[in-house]
């Protein structure tokens, strides 16, 4: 399963490659990507990181992260698992999307920090009757991560973007802020190795 999800993770896309250092502009990691779906989910969100919007708590759902240490083949993993919960109405033809600071490319040394469901053709659709937890995985090295006070800082910070047409078909799209609850043998690796 794990094998599974990292192979999906590789064959998502285009990703930018340049590093980013405190006070890099992300309007410059803006990509141009094969996917026009998966270029404007990249964008939409690179974007969402400057704008200072209010964000209201969604009324009909509530957005939850985790963050999960895993070895294999002795070489960890940190893992993302960002859950949309306690669906209290259908939502159809549901997008989801999350990125960790995009300043976390040059921690994790690494160019993907972001996941998205759009090149998947499965029309997704929750339905508190049915199913009312949706959640997806970001598996990334640690190997080569800079574990600074920087990365120790940012790395629970993420950024989620929901999209989804209500029974009236009218398109609705939700941007959140919110930190990952680190597991404790996540903690306790960090701490071990952190500079």
Request: aromatic share 10%.
């Amino acid at each position: 399963m794990f094998i599974t999800v990292l192979t999906s993770i590789v064959l998502t896309g285009c990703h930018p490659t340049e590093p980013v250092t405190a006070g890099t502009d992300v309007a410059s990691l803006l990509i141009d990507a094969p996917d026009q779906a998966y270029q404007q989910e990249y964008n939409d969100l690179i974007r969402s990181f400057r704008r200072k919007d209010t964000i209201e708590l969604s009324s009909i759902f509530t957005i939850q992260a985790s963050i999960k240490l895993i070895e294999h083949q002795a070489s960890p993993y940190i893992v993302y698992g960002v859950s949309i919960r306690q669906v209290r109405s259908v939502m159809k033809d549901v997008t989801f999307s999350f990125m960790l600071e995009p300043s976390m490319i040059a921690r994790l040394q690494t160019p993907k920090v972001f996941y998205t469901n759009v090149m998947d053709k499965r029309s997704i659709v929750l339905d508190p009757q049915v199913i009312h937890t949706y959640e997806e995985t970001l598996p990334l090295p640690l190997a080569q991560a800079k574990l600074d006070p920087a990365f120790m800082n940012e790395y629970s910070q993420l950024r989620v973007k929901v999209s989804w047409k209500t029974e009236d078909g009218k398109l609705h799209t939700y941007y959140q802020s919110l930190r990952g609850v680190p597991a404790a043998e996540l903690e306790d690796y960090l701490n071990q190795h952190k500079l």
